[in-house]
């Protein structure tokens, strides 16, 4: 795989975590909503969210409940910074500046890559998710062209 690989925007189709056993979970949600974008400068940023998620009742963006804003942030999540394509282990690495997810900030986080035809299949190495260790499984579709 080489960074011109990669370059553009990418549709969320499914997150899957899937335990040693063969066992997955769904962490958003069935259909969560994402995309997740690598540019030519070499950066990369990913949004990914449950699908219907509830809004505030307050109009005002930094408002909500402590309930409301717990909920928002437990079916988000977001990060970005610069990448890197390591070619011969199909691997890119994500170097983490900004992140919905405070102990990431300053991580290099490891995921392994494979393409098929217009899907990227991203995955990680075995991590806790929701108290488990499973590996992340995400598939995403390309929807457009540099």
């Not at 909503?33 to 070499?42: K, P, Q």
């Not at 005002?60 to 394509?85: H, N, Q």
Request: hydrophobic share 35%; with cysteine; aromatic share 10%.
């Amino acid at each position: 795989m080489k960074v011109e690989d990669l370059i553009g925007t990418w549709r969320l189709r499914s997150w899957k975590n899937v335990a040693s056993d063969g066992s997955a979970v769904d962490p958003l949600g069935e259909k969560p909503v994402g995309y997740i974008f690598y540019n030519h400068d070499g950066y990369m940023s990913v949004e990914i969210m449950a699908a219907h998620r509830a809004p505030y009742r307050d109009p005002d963006a930094f408002g909500g409940t402590p309930e409301e804003r717990s909920e928002a942030i437990s079916t988000y999540l977001s990060y970005s910074g610069p990448f890197e394509v390591l070619p011969h282990q199909d691997t890119v690495i994500h170097h983490i500046e900004v992140c919905s997810y405070p102990n990431w900030i300053g991580n290099a986080e490891v995921r392994f890559a494979k393409l098929d035809g217009e899907l990227l299949i991203l995955s990680t190495k075995p991590m806790t998710f929701q108290g488990v260790e499973r590996r992340a499984e995400l598939v995403w579709e390309r929807v457009g062209h540099d």
